[in-house]
């Protein structure tokens, strides 16, 4: 009897194995433009753009396996090997894809990005992996012409992290915003990394003041101008919750539970077979922390 329920127990880790597998290996595919495709899966939106010169794929999921199957469908998509790698900011479910481009690849982030990887996230870029870390970095803004595609790269402020990156794909119209823009889903904020609520409306200002028409976010579907600003309100009123509760001394538990936040109606956790904690509570916490100070910055800058 033990023996049979030991057995069912194995197969049960086998299927479970089995199904996670195939669901960090599932990618659906939007095309956007002639050149220009989205990729969606257990990870952030991936961007791939086919250049005369070879392939840009910005951003790259949560494991190296997703990055092999990124690679070989954007080879499958333009017939092209990936020459350019783009991070638009630290966080594993958007770099650990990496290792699986070729060593020697460029892969293009902001300064405060690979700081970030060198002081966070150290253990998983040693070795091999340090290899597919960023080569090339800038501060503010950085122009790249690959072939007959013009990319603008632009930080334009605080709000995920302090070194997230917006790509502009002048020729299709198109901009990936990576995690400055989470699309009907709660967003992390990373006020550890330089992340702020308050600061975070400007910035995606800042981003309306580019040349494009559709937006791909993080996460969550394609969307245009009318989602930034949807999303802006969001964080407006996010910040304005926050900074009431600071000056009226008011606890956490009473932000919690109040009901002057509705600008996330229809909203929903993002959920990879279980939730992973990103819902209305984690924002309001968020904002109560960054507004009363409750908070530790994980990789200071450097003066």
């Known amino acids: ?3 049979k329920i030991l057995l069912v127990f194995v197969l049960l880790l086998v299927a479970a194995g089995a199904y996670i597998y195939s669901q960090t290996r599932a990618l659906a595919v939007e095309q956007l433009s002639d050149d220009l495709w989205v990729l969606r899966g257990f990870g952030g939106n991936v961007a791939v753009l086919r250049t005369d010169a070879g392939n840009v794929i910005v951003d790259t999921m949560t494991l190296p396996l997703q990055g092999e199957r990124i690679r070989d469908v954007a080879y499958e ?11 638009t900011h630290y966080h594993l479910d958007h770099t650990h894809g990496n290792p699986a481009f070729a060593p020697g690849t460029r892969v293009v982030a902001t300064e405060r990005t690979l700081s970030h990887l060198q002081a966070l996230d150290a253990d998983f870029w040693a070795g091999d992996a340090a290899q597919l870390m960023p080569n090339e970095t800038f501060v503010d803004r950085h122009s790249l012409t690959l072939g007959n595609k013009t990319l603008e790269l632009v930080h334009p402020g605080r709000g995920h992290t302090d070194g997230d990156l917006v790509v ?12 400055l823009m989470f699309n009907q ?8 990394a330089g992340g702020s609520i308050q600061q975070w409306p400007a910035t995606l200002d800042r981003v309306s003041k580019l040349n494009f ?14 989602g930034i600003a949807a999303f802006r309100t969001f964080m407006a009123q996010l910040g304005a919750i926050g900074s009431a509760a600071a000056a009226d001394n008011t606890s956490l538990e009473d932000v919690l539970a109040t009901d002057a936040f509705t600008a996330d109606a ?4 993002i959920r990879f077979i279980v939730s992973l904690g990103l819902d209305r509570n984690f924002v ?7 507004a009363t100070g409750n908070f530790v910055l994980a990789n200071e800058a450097q003066p």
């Open 284 to 290: 309001l916490q968020r904002a109560w922390e960054e």
């Open 168 to 179: 502009v794909f002048v020729e299709e119209g198109v901009i990936h915003m990576g995690d």
């Open 213 to 226: 028409s559709r937006v791909i976010p993080g996460h969550g579907a394609t969307t245009d101008r009318e």
């Open 1 to 3: 009897m033990v023996k």
């Open 266 to 269: 229809g909203y929903e956790p």
């Open 77 to 87: 998509l333009t017939g092209a090997d990936t020459v350019l790698l783009i991070n």
């Open 185 to 192: 889903h709660y967003p992390n904020i990373d006020l550890e």
